[in-house]
């Protein structure tokens, strides 16, 4: 039974469903490269032929800046900058975006998708991730001891029992 509601958008599957570059960001990190982003994920795109045309295609689509239209990780929150270079003949300086919430070492996941690097900074600050409350319980070491009396105060007389024990 359809219901008296005002329909104000329409929209297809296709609209909804993520693309490739998409399921990309979701992981945590966009690379700007195309060649990088192949190597990185190797299961979305099969070279970088592939990478390169599902941006283009996602830009027409969005008309937007790619990075504008979702976000980085499971965050809504701006992306964290990153410059990275890697080891090679040739390699120029390279931008990367990252959810460190998602992410918490950026340095190493790029080393390992993508192989040595020659220069890694991250542009502003990089955070801090949180550490866990699971975590935290394991490092928590409390010890409970009497503390002894100042010096200055006299101890509480001793009482004796009966018979002076």
Partial sequence: MPLALPVDHLTTWDE???DRLEVAAARGVMLENNADLASAHPDLFKNTKAAANVRYAQAARSHLFPYNKFSIGKKVSPPTEVHYQLAGK???LKTAYY???QVADIRAWLTDKLGAMTAFEVVGFEPTPLPDAADLAENID???RR????ADVDPPPLMLGPGGT
């Fill in 16 to 18: 909804q469903v993520p």
């Fill in 90 to 92: 040739g390699q120029k």
């Fill in 142 to 144: 409390i010890q409970v």
């Fill in 99 to 101: 959810c460190p919430a």
């Fill in 147 to 150: 503390a002894p009396p100042p």
